[in-house]
């Protein structure tokens, strides 16, 4: 059996979807068959890639996840979009020739678009769009400039025949406008500004499947160590300093996702199998970590999105503070936790491939970044005055939080811990699909 299967159920879903309304109950138990379907016949397919299969199973999980994570009452049209960037992103990774990626890719972004800019009333969701837009607009232009160019120098659209190519012009190109999608520094410059216009439903979709989806096809190129090592650097210093002194909790999640995009690609500059190994270990964590901090903070602020606000919101209720701060100390890389694991496993493999001043900014920039998370743990804690807050809770009355969210919570928080404890299981699952590629 193919694994072009995944697809074919996600069209078929998206298909009905436009007809009917589908719950998030029935959602899940689609999304359960089609795995369990897939995984029964998948030994039957003798160009079966592992490698494929666990990217797709994820993207599946968090997609899902994202699904039962929007509003009710949005749903209905939300729904709609959410499948086809699921879909748009399981063609991206399936993709072995760069006319079919850049098809997948616009169907990504035009949904991710529709998505942002769905209300209509909002000024701020709008424009955020809009730079969307227009941004990514330019980026797909860069991708079939580089895609003409190397068509003219090789006479193919390959994506393998492309990796086989070193350095070339029209490989930069392609390049450049992949690092546009995963946000990274210099090509970052509508993230902070997108980021604060969107709502926490395109939010939770922008930092997560967009990124999972492009990184596959950027370690399937190859890319020359050189032109990485120099995102890397931009990134992991653009990203540590901008969030510095931030007041918007969306413009820190953006920088955050500039920096941790970093430390992801400076496993990737160095070519090899474990520098892949844990930049696929570190998207991964940082996506589930992500997806959990969004489902709270949706919870907890108002449509100012102030950290004060939100970390004193966060000190009333003990029980959550407790997941932030496990949460913070995550993203900032505090041992024992697993974002700790994950970035020594990075800073250990480009150590070991000879990439030392490189490995030593990470280390200054990952301490930098380290405050501001630290930051949202100290007001929560230990702000003297909580009485304003205290008192705007109650006019406001309690936030409901229904089943399918909190489940979302658990689950994202269970996985955390799970890592942290015991990180051999996702070491294993993901060694294994690295071998397939190498």
């Not at 959602?27 to 797709?56: E, G, R």
């Not at 959410?82 to 399981?90: C, D, M, P, T, V």
């Not at 949904?111 to 942002?116: A, V």
């Not at 086989?164 to 490989?171: A, C, E, F, N, R």
Request: glycine share 6%.
């Amino acid at each position: 059996m193919n694994y072009f299967y995944f697809e074919f159920f996600i069209g078929i879903l998206l298909l009905i979807s436009l007809l009917f309304y589908l719950s998030p109950s029935l959602i899940n138990l689609l999304a359960v068959m089609i795995v369990l379907l897939v995984l029964i016949n998948c030994n039957t397919d003798p160009n079966q890639n592992s490698w494929d299969l666990i990217v797709k199973l994820f993207i599946l999980g968090i997609g899902v996840s994202i699904y039962n994570f929007l509003q009710p009452k949005i749903i209905s049209s939300a729904g709609v979009l959410l499948l086809s960037i699921i879909l748009a992103s399981l063609l991206i990774v399936s993709a072995n020739n760069l006319l079919a990626l850049y098809i997948a890719i616009e169907l990504q972004s035009l949904s991710l678009f529709i998505m942002i800019a769905k209300e209509r009333s909002s000024i701020n969701k709008v424009e955020a769009a809009l730079k969307y837009f227009v941004l990514s607009s330019i980026s797909s232009g860069i991708f079939l400039m580089g895609t003409a160019i190397f068509f003219c120098n090789y006479g193919t659209c390959n994506i393998y025949d492309l990796s086989i190519d070193y350095i070339s012009i029209g490989k930069i190109l392609i390049i450049a406008a992949l690092l546009f999608k995963l946000a990274a520094a210099p090509l970052h410059v509508w993230v902070p500004d997108v980021y604060q216009g969107c709502d926490y439903n395109s939010l939770i979709i922008l930092g997560t499947l967009p990124k999972i989806s492009i990184l596959v096809v950027l370690i399937n190129l190859l890319p020359n160590n050189k032109v990485v090592l120099i995102t890397v650097i931009f990134s992991l210093i653009i990203g540590c300093i901008g969030a510095i002194n931030q007041t918007n909790i969306k413009k820190l999640l953006a920088y955050s996702g500039i920096i941790n995009m970093g430390f992801i690609l400076l496993g990737v500059s160095t070519n090899s199998f474990v520098g892949v190994e844990s930049s696929i270990i570190y998207l991964l964590i940082y996506s589930i970590t992500f997806l959990c901090f969004i489902v709270l903070v949706d919870l907890f602020t108002s449509k100012k999105d102030s950290i004060s606000e939100f970390s004193s919101f966060l000190g009333i209720n003990k029980t959550v503070l407790v997941t932030i701060v496990f949460l913070m100390f995550s993203f900032a890389g505090i041992p024992p936790f697993a974002g700790f694991f994950i970035k020594w496993m990075v800073l250990a493999n480009a150590i070991s491939s000879q990439f030392i001043f490189t490995s030593l900014i990470s280390i200054i920039c990952a301490i930098i970044a380290g405050v501001y998370y630290v930051r949202i743990v100290k007001i929560s804690y230990f702000q003297i005055d909580k009485s304003y807050y205290m008192w705007k809770e109650a006019l406001i009355g309690k936030r409901e939080v229904n089943y399918n969210k909190s489940i979302i919570l658990g689950l994202t928080l269970f996985l955390i811990i799970s890592l942290t404890i015991y990180p051999n299981l996702i070491l294993s699952i993901v060694h294994l699909g690295t071998l397939s590629i190498y």
